[in-house]
């Protein structure tokens, strides 16, 4: 007769997180985009097709993430705001770390700014001025994450920043005193000429992307994982992976930009701007002059916005785009060889998911902004792990800030601010009356982004949307169910009224925590 079995150990936990990725631009959802390891992911595990993000920009998405907090409660409302470190700390992170998980991040945080007005020094680790108070030997912490290896931008309109200035990445990427010619590989543009707006091939060789860099380390932190379980630790590891990519510039290096061949992408089926048929937001976004500097004028002029493209243009940025979500797909399916062969697989929660999305020509649009089509709302979320069920699909409206809570209820305890976050783990599992019916978005923006101020409120249902610009009191309202591509507003239909009113109840419902004081900007948005 065998003994009693050893108690499991509560188990691993990695998220992996891509930046601005569509959440139809999976080879599961039908777009013709290779990603084989995701794809089979979403076999193993269960899928999220109603997974919408708090925010459509990076800062107030991924510190909802962290905290499980609607912007408006933790104060990061739009790029440019930090994050309070105390706040940060009782994030999942800080909160797993003090029950005992050993804790890391690697790749790009985005909890503070990376820019700050006057380039003044912020003191914070992701600050560009302030790069050079955090030395070689710094590894943290940072936001209650014990051990970091930090990329500081990974956005290549700005190449990797030679040292005194950099974190991680950037720092290995100049050690080697190569740093100015993979400058210059990154500029070359090879293959036929693009016209395609930020669209280009590199030339720097795959073994230098921050892609792969971020891969290599979480490959390393899982061999050190595995050696150490070995050894007789069980001490459980939370870490939270993150790519920078396939946000813009457009740039996959080859052979990655090859893979997909322009003539041979799909194309969105609503691709012009009728702004004369939606709130009147849409037009001043596009049309207004950014506020702020100069400086930061011109930046968001000619890297947060793109004009209409041809549909020539937009099959060039798509089969690069495309390129950039495959080389994520193989680091991702490295990542997961590297589980498997150290006996991790079994006893590890894995999570893949995005900040938020990409318009990638719906409507005309380019990019990211306060238009909230699905394309920039909606994200994929994948999970796979002991208890999940395999194969599944959840139709259910729920959000990535979910992730804390239910980081919490894996690790068999609570995480401290996640006061609005609602565990994932019955719906992964499959119990019954799990079922949720709806998430919510919001966004403060000031005129330095696109030259006006708005405060907008959304509610995804599964089958319905609706956004308020609070100050003006206009909205937009699509059927999901009947007008998946968001083409009809139907806020002023009489036929949609009372949903209309129902969907609103749901916005005015949110808790009454937000911060009555919103946090300053210490830079650009």
Not at 68 to 85: F, K, Q, R, S
Not at 124 to 130: K, T, Y
Not at 139 to 159: A, I, S, T
Request: proline share 8%.
């Amino acid at each position: 007769m065998s003994g009693p079995s050893r108690p499991r150990k509560r188990p691993n936990i990695l998220l992996v997180m891509s930046d601005q990725h569509r959440g139809d631009a999976y080879g599961f959802e039908g777009r013709r985009v290779h990603t084989p390891h995701l794809d089979l992911m979403a076999r193993h595990g269960t899928r999220f097709s109603a997974c919408i993000t708090p925010n459509v920009v990076c800062m107030p998405a991924r510190c909802s993430v962290l905290t499980g907090l609607l912007p408006y409660t933790h104060g990061v409302v739009d790029n440019g705001i930090d994050l309070e470190e105390q706040l940060g700390e009782q994030g999942f992170a800080g909160s797993l770390a003090r029950a005992g998980y050993r804790t890391q991040f690697i790749g790009k945080a985005h909890f503070s700014s990376n820019h700050s007005y006057g380039d003044r020094p912020t003191g914070r680790c992701e600050n560009i001025p302030s790069a050079a108070m955090f030395g070689p030997e710094w590894e943290g912490p940072y936001m209650g994450f014990e051990r970091v290896e930090l990329m500081q931008l990974g956005h290549n309109y700005w190449l990797p920043d030679p040292p005194p200035g950099g974190l991680h990445y950037e720092r290995w990427y100049h050690a080697d005193g190569l740093g100015a010619m993979k400058d210059a590989q990154y500029r070359e543009h090879v293959g036929a000429p693009v016209s395609g707006g930020q669209t280009h091939a590199s030339a720097l060789p795959t073994a230098w992307h921050n892609t792969t860099w971020v891969a290599d380390r979480a490959v390393e932190m899982l061999r050190e994982q595995g050696r150490r379980e070995r050894g007789g630790d069980d001490t459980p590891l939370c870490a939270w992976v993150s790519f920078a990519d396939p946000h813009h510039p457009f740039d996959a290096p080859i052979p990655w930009s090859l893979l997909h061949r322009p003539e041979e992408v799909d194309l969105p089926p609503h691709r012009v701007r009728d702004l004369d048929r939606r709130p009147w937001w849409h037009r001043a976004a596009l049309e207004n002059t950014p506020g702020g500097t100069p400086a930061t004028r011109k930046i968001r002029e000619e890297y947060s916005r793109m004009p209409p493209q041809s549909d020539a243009q937009l099959r060039e940025v798509v089969a690069n785009y495309y390129g950039m979500i495959s080389l994520i797909d193989h680091n991702v399916g490295r990542i997961r060889n590297a589980l498997r062969e150290e006996g991790l697989d079994d006893n590890t929660l894995v999570v893949f998911t995005s900040d938020h999305g990409e318009w990638l020509g719906d409507h005309g649009l380019m990019l990211k902004g306060p238009m909230l089509y699905e394309g920039v709302m909606r994200v994929g979320l994948l999970v796979q792990g002991p208890g999940v069920l395999a194969g599944q699909v959840v139709p259910d409206p729920v959000s990535t800030l979910d992730l804390a809570a239910t980081f919490g209820d894996y690790a068999g305890g609570t995480v401290a601010s996640a006061a609005h976050s609602r565990s994932l783990r019955p719906l992964l599992s499959g119990q019954p009356g799990a079922s949720r019916d709806a998430a919510l978005n919001e966004w403060r923006l000031g005129p330095s982004r696109c030259g006006v101020s708005l405060d907008l409120r959304a509610v995804r249902t599964r089958t319905a949307k609706l956004t308020l610009e609070l100050d003006s009191g206009a909205g937009e309202l699509y059927d999901l169910a009947n007008d998946p591509h968001e083409c009809e507003n139907r806020f002023d239909d009489p036929a949609y009224r009372g949903l209309r009113d129902e969907l609103t109840d749901r916005i005015m419902a949110r808790p009454r925590d937000m911060l009555t004081a919103p946090r300053e900007p210490v830079g650009p948005a």
